[in-house]
């Protein structure tokens, strides 16, 4: 088999721009028998250009949505499917997505980030070789450490629309519905191209808590497996999950690429701070609030600093009280320092042990609001009493 360059297969779009320009007046007079017919010339000469997928995808949609053209402004997709029984919307939809600030993560995870996005981008050309592609990723990882984000990172970076499915809401009370829950949910998907997102995806695997979920949990999981394996390549699939350990093994295995997204470290911490706090917290702060903050999601990080920037703003100060958002650090810990309730000793202590030795005895001054001489001596003594 010869092997051929992943540009090669992308024909002119010129090529097919009068057959697209007629389709778009069908769809706007309305006429979907024009709209069809030409959608049916555009695929048969996909087809011959070596646009399997592209021509694929037409043909997809030509066959689902064979009465109506297809309408941006609904999301070309139709009306979302909803629960049989409490009548809710299976997923939520959103056609163009707009992030306004990047996920901060580790490089290694980056770089799995985009590559994912650019094995996608290169559907055509692994289909035409032969070697197919799995358009499925899996981020696992601690509440608020940016899986959500990153999906819809992807979505954008893909240009494609996102569906985002939470499994809370999939879950039917009523023995049979979640199976058939899941089978709406990604017919509608794959109605059209687009990102399908699980998100919190392991209240599917929470079901195994009740015995009388057992044998529904069984008929979901098949379903499941049934649903992800008929997926098109041009379709991506990407599920989130704080608890992977409780994921049937069988539906773990089914995601080609999987990433853990865990706790930032100290540099993406000082990073989120930063943009987080923007003005409100002198640079020279950041890498010791940084220090300070091991363990906590960028999420929490995020809600403490806006917590502390309303603080400033009902002050009318210009900066954050420092005092304060070290105290509502040391709150979110189980045993958590409470920042008010310390002297200026203790203070130290606990900045200084927090810190693991790496925060200069001049910044510990400022953050204490004591001489450097002061500091000095209580970190002798401390040093002392071990
Ligand atoms: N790595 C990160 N980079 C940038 N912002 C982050 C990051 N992690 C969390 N955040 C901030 O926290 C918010 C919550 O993160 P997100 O919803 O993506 O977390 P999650 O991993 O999906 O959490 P959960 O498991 O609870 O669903 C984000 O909207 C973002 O503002
Ligand atoms: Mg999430």
């Known amino acids: 088999m010869a092997t051929r360059k992943k540009d090669e297969y992308k024909a002119p779009v010129r090529d097919f721009l009068s057959d697209i320009a007629k389709i778009v007046e069908g769809a706007l007079a309305p006429n979907p028998d024009r709209v069809r017919s030409y959608a049916e010339h555009l695929a048969g000469r996909l087809t011959e250009a070596g646009e399997v997928v592209a021509a694929r995808r037409l043909e ?15 999301g070309g997709g139709g009306a979302l499917p909803v629960d049989s ?26 770089e799995g980030l985009d ?52 499994a809370d809401s999939l879950i039917s009370s009523y023995l049979g519905s979640t199976a058939k829950n899941l089978r709406l949910l990604f017919e509608h998907a794959i109605a059209r191209p687009c990102v399908l997102f699980l998100d919190e995806f392991d209240a599917l695997g929470k079901m195994r808590d009740d015995d009388r979920e057992l044998g529904e949990l069984k008929r979901v999981v098949i379903s499941l497996l049934q649903n992800i394996d008929a997926m098109g390549p041009e379709h991506v699939l990407i599920a989130a999950t704080n608890h992977e350990h409780l994921l049937d093994p069988a539906i773990w295995r089914r995601f080609a690429h999987k990433f853990k997204l865990d706790y930032p470290g100290p540099e993406d911490r000082e990073i989120l701070l930063s943009q987080f706090f923007g003005n409100f917290v002198e640079k020279r702060d950041l890498p010791v609030l940084a220090l300070l903050t091991e363990g906590i999601s960028g999420g929490e990080l995020l809600e403490m600093s806006r917590e502390a920037i309303r603080g400033a703003l009902l002050s009318s100060s210009p900066q954050i009280d420092l005092g304060g958002f070290l105290s509502s650090i040391g709150l979110s810990r189980p045993n958590g320092l409470a920042w008010h309730k310390l002297d200026s000793a203790g203070r130290l202590a606990a900045l200084h042990e927090a810190g693991h030795g790496g925060i200069t005895q001049a910044e510990l ?8 001489t002061y500091v000095s001596r209580v970190l002798k003594k401390i040093k002392h009493d071990q």
């Open 60 to 74: 997809r949609a030509l066959g689902r949505n064979s009465a109506r053209p297809v309408s941006l402004s609904q």
């Open 85 to 110: 029984e409490s009548r809710m919307p299976l997923a939520d939809e959103e056609y163009v997505v707009e992030l306004e600030t990047t996920p901060v993560l580790p490089q290694y995870v980056k």
């Open 115 to 166: 590559k994912f996005v650019s094995y996608i981008s290169a559907a055509d050309c692994f289909i035409a070789n032969g070697v197919g592609i799995s358009a499925s990723l899996l981020l696992y990882g601690p509440p608020g450490c940016g899986k959500t984000m990153a999906a819809r990172q992807i979505a954008q970076q893909l240009e494609l629309p996102l569906v985002t499915a939470r």
């Open 365 to 372: 001054a400022r953050l204490v609001g004591k001489n450097q």
